[in-house]
């Protein structure tokens, strides 16, 4: 793991000078925010050693590197999930790389359903998680050090503030949730979504836990925000479909935008 990590690294430093102090990664709905960056450097996961490839729609499957926000930002513009097929391991390859070329806070994002609390089109603060994904990434990897990670406040209490004052003084109320992370592909039954509401969970999605696992045992400062787009285990017209996600997130792209902007021109 470590050799591939540093030939990651090696990989992007040649193709890139300076080190970025902050990663952001941007989940269904988001990537379109990284389109804007007219004046990045763009390397797509292709041309990275061990990164995986983006086959779902709205994830682009490039590492954006720019100063548009301020501090030098390494930008996954697109991830791999465990339902495309990769392991864990795979999937959380991109954050290992992050935090050994120098990222320091994580800013992680990704779409969601409601299960309570919440409605479609809000954006939320990750202040706590449940992991349901049947597995952990730090299982088999790494020193003993790294397997045993605190993971009371994994969302970094600061950085929790320092959002939520960022969104105060663009006039929003961002409200603190509870995630669940469960497998997918398939959306919630009826029950299923009963089941996570009684367990404690606001929202629901499909990945960011195990990035957020690693980043932990990495040592990084983690904030997670999270956009609605419907609402689980609720039928409606046409049913839930991934086309609709990605909507969502254009519909909300300037303020999501916003948002990353002036939280990161902070970091």
């Known amino acids: 793991m470590k050799e591939r990590v540093e030939e990651a690294v090696r990989t992007v430093r040649g193709r890139c000078a300076g080190t970025p102090a902050v990663g952001l990664v941007l989940g269904s709905g988001w990537g379109s925010i990284a389109e804007r960056r007219r004046t990045a450097t763009i390397i797509p ?62 800013v992680i994002t990704n779409a969601s359903g409601g299960l309570q609390g919440v409605e479609p089109g809000e954006v939320v603060l990750i202040a706590d998680h449940l992991n349901l994904m049947g597995d952990n ?11 045993f990670v605190e993971m009371v406040d994994a969302y970094d209490p600061g950085l929790l503030q320092l959002a939520e004052e960022v969104a105060r003084k663009n006039g929003l109320f961002l409200k603190r949730v509870t995630l669940v992370a469960v497998t997918g592909p398939t959306y919630e039954t009826l029950a299923e979504a009963q089941m996570l509401r009684v367990l404690g969970a606001q929202v629901v999605c499909m990945s960011t836990v ?58």
């Open 45 to 106: 996961y292709a041309e990275i050693p061990g990164f995986p490839r983006c086959s779902v729609e709205g994830h682009a499957g490039d590492l954006v590197i720019d100063t548009a926000w301020g501090p030098l930002t390494a930008i996954l513009q697109g991830r791999a999930h465990r339902y495309e097929g990769w392991s864990l391991e795979e999937v959380t390859f991109p954050v290992r790389v992050l935090a050994a070329w120098g990222v320091k806070s994580l």
């Open 137 to 147: 990434p730090l299982i088999g990897i790494g020193a003993s050090e790294q397997r």
């Open 210 to 267: 195990p990035e957020v696992i690693v980043a932990r045992s990495l040592g990084l400062r983690v904030l997670g925000l999270s956009l609605v787009t419907n609402m689980a285990g609720r039928p409606g017209p046409g049913g839930k479909t991934h086309e609709a996600v990605v909507a969502m997130g254009l519909q909300q792209a300037p303020l999501m935008e916003r948002l990353l902007r002036d939280i990161i021109s902070r970091l």
